[in-house]
């Protein structure tokens, strides 16, 4: 393994075809590993660093970093500083410290962890695991199924396309599932849940929650709907713009459904453990 120290000026670092280790030093460093499982230190500076082909192990440093970790199943730290992490194709792991970062799954399935600042997280193809960590972050899942974990502050998760799972932790949390059955859990705090297309489940939590239904949205079901606390909004379906327009019934279990015309079908919530005879107009919002 070759080994390339920089100074502490600004350095242009390049690696070989095969595996190198390589230290920016202080400055502002553009460090590219090419081939190889390459070890690339940026330490102190604003740097530039890609990884290349192969797994590679990127430590940022302190800094305002970008990172390109190329091909492979790379492991990359971002540290202090307003990072950009990009882990492009492979099955990545992209973790972050304080400050506003952007995270970038790209293609595979992908793992990534931020820490305190207001970060964007974007999972990018693939099925992939988020925690946004303090703050009010903003987290896209995209393609496949996700695990996206809000923590901390007011975040905004969006599952996108797939099944996802979605936990907004604490904090006043908006939860958009996107296309496909999704599982979305808003947690602490006053949550806004949207399920969007396809059969979901959603709780919640604690706190004063609105659930929001459109059009084409399916067949849904709230586990924990609190008929003095919480809220269901139904927006942008023409025809259904007050309680008299909805049907509230019963389904095997004894547990309220209300349904309403969407589009071509009928769309549908089931209040799981709330007796049709409890829904009232106050439980609705309209528009």
Known sequence: MATLIGTEDDNTLIGGAAADRILGRSGNDVIDGRDGDDRLFGETGNDTIQGGLGADTVDAGDGNDTVLAGDGNDSVIGNLGDDGLFGEAGNDSLRDDAGNDTLDGGAGNDTMRSGQGNDSILGGDGNDFAFAGTDNDTISGGLGADVLHGEGGSDLIRGDAGNDRAFGGEGDDTLDGGAGSDRLDGGIGADLLIGGVGADVMAGGDGDDTFVFGR??????????????????????????????????????????????????????TLVGVAPGSVTSDDFAFG
């Open 216 to 269: 084409n949205s399916g067949f849904d079901r709230i586990t924990d709907f609190s008929v003095t606390d919480d809220k269901i909004q139904i927006v942008g379906v023409p025809g259904v713009d007050d309680f008299s327009d909805l049907t509230i019934a019963a389904d095997a279990n004894g547990d309220a459904v209300v349904s309403w015309p969407s589009g071509l079908a009928t769309a549908a919530v």
